[in-house]
């Protein structure tokens, strides 16, 4: 017993010299984590800060020139024509000159004096339609805080009915809040897989996988031995992620190391597997490399990272259940910023170690029966 | 000093040496099943998942509606959150039940009619309130401005019984051009295109040259009469043929599975994805004669090449919000002027002013980028 845990520790010290020593890939196993945090800080964002629109004022009003001035004072909207012509409103938006253009009736400040509905025509380039509704909302609201306004000036209440929102756990809804924490899982999905996969195939593309075959190892151990340093970079590697969090993107923090880490060890034990099983596949390192990253995509797709879960469809939905990342993001999430513990984390975990599990004993047969 | 062949004989040689190489190339891709798999099997597997699987659009969003007062107002509004396509809205009479769904992520969304709702409304203040869990910020907003239909919907249908007048003064009218069903599929589905030539341009691509420099081949052609311009060519042309093959299958996707509106023309789609897949496999080529080792290729044309395809092209993150460097960066990168091509010729149709300058960026970058491979890859060791 004592034995087998010596044969392991060598082994894995050779792996993690092996991985460790090359300049290159010593580079690769951490920069390229934090400059993927940062992209992802700064630009996987769905809030939008300048939103180009052109006017058609067709009213040249006191009313239209406050309701447009609220535009302007907005800091997001910039105004970047204003427009004579109906027809004028095709070539700004197809040449994407504008992502929006506001289109004001003749009648408008008449039909607001006289108590009437007056319309605002908002039209959008929908070819991105997700940037075209957010920028749609954004409109919205200026238009609503502009009625409250025309209410009271008009002496009347300020609106008959309001809604007052507010969000759970991301008070400013900030897409990075949601993404930075995600990135934990997905970053060393990628990293580990690929690690371990390689490991592997580089022994056997080598030849030197023989080698190790004359030594008194038995396959567990080779396993053991080349999954612990790809558990440990893994590890490493989700400590990186989540001190950019922290110190540089300031995301507060609520929940519980302990937690949280328990949480990152699952999802590397699964996603381990995932890398044997894959190496035992694979009989070159380009092989492991291609196979890896066909498994990556799909794991990344259907993790709820950049579309929710709940909008893909039900068959879909079925599928998401066997993909570790799916509970690596939940897992982050919900420790990081819901804060909660062990118990109401409980159906995230219980699935990583069966995944886990039913990876390892495939790899570990899978091994034992190419042996043979 | 060698013999000068006739000018036939000499082009023959050339044509024959080239034929021979892209042969080579092709039975290696279609013998290799991992090449195969990143070629074919991706692109089907990517196609259906963006197109079944992945829908920014919000529908039936689990959300409870408190209704703390009784009365018919109160009634009649939840009714609208009960009817509304966008939500799958549960009715609760207490809040602490309310919370308890939200905090176990059973509900996306919490709608308070408090007790006092009736009454404030026949004086003209009332409030609903709406809590939304927002860990997924985006989708946290969507529902936001939901439930702000939601109860414009029942303030408009209230105004035109002639009950009350609820609305604001200005209603805001939008048209969504281009896209008015609002499907977030119309602007994947084109995407998608994007990923899958640059996975196989650049990512393949860089991995199948840089195998040849670690396995000691590529010396191994450096002793045969082949020129170094048709070793390139040799590499280019199969690899060329993949991407077109994964190009028609997009296609033949987009329009029949998903019925994406197509409003350009054909012709200009494959050209201008001909560019761009030259100047992705002249990067992926580059990388590769440079760096010379399969993993190190690998793991910089995923950043340089598909990472920023996905987020620096606009396809999912709109770039004029990004911060200023990274939006000057986006400009040096092939895959904004493809994403933005494509966006238009699919949903908007053949608008020159936009396809002109565009194409003519992707063109110079693949001369470019074809010019400094030709530089790297001379026939000499390092």
């Known amino acids: 017993m004592f034995d087998s845990l010596l044969r392991i520790l060598a082994l894995s010290r050779k792996e993690l010299l092996a991985i460790l020593k090359d300049p290159r890939s010593r580079f690769s196993l951490l920069i390229p984590p934090i400059l993927q945090c940062l992209i992802y800080g700064y630009v996987a964002t769905y809030d939008l800060n300048d939103i180009p629109y052109a006017v058609l004022d067709q009213d040249r009003s006191a009313a239209s020139q406050k309701l447009l001035a609220g535009l302007d004072g907005s800091k997001v909207f910039r105004r970047v024509a204003n427009l004579n012509r109906a027809a004028d409103i095709k070539t700004t938006i197809n040449d994407r000159r504008a992502l929006l253009v506001i289109q004001i009736d003749q009648d408008f400040e008449r039909r607001l004096l006289s108590g009437q509905q007056a319309n605002l025509q908002v039209i959008a380039d929908g070819r991105n339609s997700n940037t075209a509704g957010t920028a749609m909302g954004y409109v919205t609201a200026i238009v609503e805080a502009f009625n409250a306004n025309w209410r009271t000036e008009q002496g009347q209440n300020r609106s008959p009915v309001r809604l007052s929102t507010r969000a759970w756990y991301n008070p400013n809804l900030e897409t990075r809040w949601h993404m930075i924490p995600a990135l934990i899982g997905t970053l060393t999905l990628l990293q580990t897989l690929l690690l371990t996969g390689l490991s592997v195939a580089r022994e056997r593309e080598q030849g030197t996988f023989d080698q190790l075959l004359v030594t008194p190892f038995r396959p567990p151990e080779i396993m053991a031995g080349k999954a612990l340093p790809s558990m440990l970079v893994g590890i490493v590697q989700a400590t990186l992620v989540l001190l950019v969090a922290q110190l540089w993107f300031r995301i507060p923090f609520a929940g519980s190391f302990l937690t949280l880490y328990a949480g990152i060890s699952l999802f590397l034990v699964a996603s381990i597997g995932i890398g044997l099983l894959l190496s035992s596949v694979a009989a070159t390192m380009q092989q492991a490399m291609l196979f890896s990253f066909l498994l990556i995509m799909p794991f990344s797709l259907l993790s709820g990272l950049t579309t929710p879960i709940s909008s893909m469809p039900e068959i879909l939905q079925y599928l998401t259940l066997i993909n570790p990342l799916r509970y690596a993001i939940d897992i982050a999430h919900r420790v990081y910023l819901e804060g909660v513990g062990f118990r109401l984390l409980f159906p995230e975990l219980w699935p990583l170690a069966v995944i886990g599990i039913v990876t390892l004993s495939a790899a570990s047969w899978m091994f034992r029966h190419w042996l043979a | ?382």
């Open chain 2, 1 to 382: 000093m060698v013999l000068s062949p006739s000018a036939l004989g000499h082009f023959s040689a050339k044509r024959l040496r080239l034929w021979s190489l892209v042969r080579k190339e092709s039975r290696q891709v279609v013998r290799d099943p991992s090449s195969i798999a990143l070629g074919i099997v991706l692109p089907i597997v990517l196609i259906l998942l963006f197109g079944y699987g992945l829908s920014l659009d919000v529908t039936n969003a689990p959300v409870a509606v408190v209704l703390e007062d009784p009365s018919p107002d109160a009634t009649d509004l939840a009714a609208s959150f009960q009817l509304s396509p966008y939500f799958d809205a549960q009715l609760l009479t207490s809040m602490p039940r309310a919370q308890e769904l939200m905090l176990a992520r059973k509900v996306d969304a919490i709608v308070r009619i408090r007790p006092d709702f009736s009454r404030q409304l026949s004086l003209g203040e009332a409030e609903v309130q709406v809590l939304v869990h927002g860990t997924d910020a985006n989708r946290a907003r969507i529902i936001q401005t939901y439930a702000q239909g939601a109860v414009g919907q029942w303030a408009a249908r209230r105004t035109a019984e002639g009950k009350q007048v609820l609305l604001g003064p200005v209603t805001v009218q939008n048209r969504l051009w281009f896209n008015e069903a609002n499907e977030s599929r119309y602007f994947l589905v084109p995407g998608l295109i994007v990923l899958i030539m640059t996975l196989i341009g650049a990512f393949l691509t860089s991995l199948v040259v840089a195998r040849e420099w670690e396995r000691g081949t590529m010396e191994a052609l450096f002793v045969t009469p082949v020129r170094p311009d048709e070793i390139l060519l040799g590499k280019t042309i199969p690899y060329f043929a993949l991407g077109m093959i994964g190009l028609v299958l997009c296609l033949l996707a987009a329009k029949f599975l998903f019925h994406v509106p197509f409003r350009g023309s054909v012709t200009l789609l494959a050209g201008v994805s001909m560019l761009y897949l030259l100047v992705a496999l002249a990067i992926g080529l580059l990388i590769s004669s440079t760096v010379r080792s399969q993993f190190v290729a690998s793991q910089i044309a995923l950043l340089v090449t598909f990472l920023p395809a996905v987020m620096l092209s606009g396809f999912l993150f709109d770039l004029r919000s990004m911060p200023a460097v990274v939006r000057v960066i986006t400009y040096i990168l092939p895959a904004r002027y493809y994403v933005t091509l494509l966006q238009t010729i699919f949903l908007a149709g053949d608008i020159w002013a936009i396809i002109l300058p565009n194409a003519a960026v992707l063109a110079g970058m693949a001369m470019l980028f074809f010019f400094l491979t030709r530089r790297v890859t001379q026939k000499k060791l390092a």
